[in-house]
T-cell receptor, first 114, second 117 residues
Framework: NAGVTQTPKFQVLKTGQSMTLQCAQD?????MSWYRQDPGMGLRLIHY???????DQGEVPNGYNVSRSTTEDFPLRLLSAAPSQTSVYFC?????????????FGAGTRLSVL | AQTVTQSQPEMSVQEAETVTLSCTYD???????LFWYKQPPSRQMILVIR??????QNATENRFSVNFQKAAKSFSLKISDSQLGDAAMYFC??????????????FGSGTQLTVLP
């Protein structure tokens, strides 16, 4: 019962460094997404995917790249980290079937950019 | 674009008492889902309750119930017999239903609930 697994749980970067946040799900869900959570602003959608090979932008996509080569994995890449990207990041997945509409979340990654 | 508003940044309730968290939303859609998520200090997002807009009956899950007013675009969460473990940040969220929709969740800014012993 792994569900949605995010790694790492914590990360500190220097401005300009790059890194990839990993996300994997074992529920064979079609839809996967990345959110960021900032104080007083709730969760905001960064990017999402409706299946392998298909991705789209959310509300705050700038500075982030994604790809979906398999159903299970949906990594989020920061090419050149900026202090404004300090946040908590959540990966989520759900089935594409309307009747199975519950979104499952990973435990989050706390990222600090110095 | 859809928006979700939680006007109460912080709330407190005495243990065993009842508290209601407010949520309003803006949409032009007729079919959608509404959710309440709980986020304890562990950061894990936990689904508390969900409501389909086409259902007139308010959803209930044990001590948690909602008051869904579609015309007013209001979706409040009532927690009865509050327990210390209910202390958390609560988020209201919205998502369209439409067939094949890839829409993701739109969240409110959250309400921090404190339960006083």
């Amino acid at each position: 019962n792994a569900g949605v697994t995010q790694t790492p749980k914590f990360q500190v970067l220097k401005t300009g460094q790059s890194m990839t946040l990993q996300c994997a799900q074992d529920m064979n869900h079609e839809y996967m997404s990345w959110y960021r959570q900032d104080p007083g602003m709730g969760l905001r959608l960064i990017h999402y995917s409706v299946g392998a090979g298909i991705t789209d932008q959310g509300e705050v996509p700038n500075g982030y790249n994604v790809s979906r080569s398999t159903t299970e994995d949906f990594p989020l890449r920061l090419l050149s980290a900026a202090p404004s990207q300090t946040s908590v990041y959540f990966c989520a997945s759900r089935s594409g079937e309307v009747a199975k509409n519950i979104q499952y979340f990973g435990a989050g990654t706390r990222l600090s950019v110095l | 674009a859809q928006t979700v508003t939680q006007s109460q940044p912080e709330m407190s309730v005495q243990e065993a008492e009842t508290v209601t968290l407010s949520c309003t939303y803006d949409t032009s859609e007729s079919d959608y889902y509404l959710f309440w998520y709980k986020q304890p200090p562990s950061r894990q997002m936990i689904l508390v309750i969900r409501q389909e807009a086409y259902k007139q009956q308010n959803a209930t899950e044990n001590r948690f119930s909602v008051n869904f007013q579609k015309a007013a675009k209001s979706f409040s969460l009532k927690i009865s017999d509050s327990q210390l473990g209910d202390a958390a940040m609560y988020f209201c969220a919205y998502r369209e239903i439409s067939s094949g929709s890839a829409r993701q969740l739109t969240f409110g800014s959250g309400t921090q609930l404190t339960v006083l012993p």
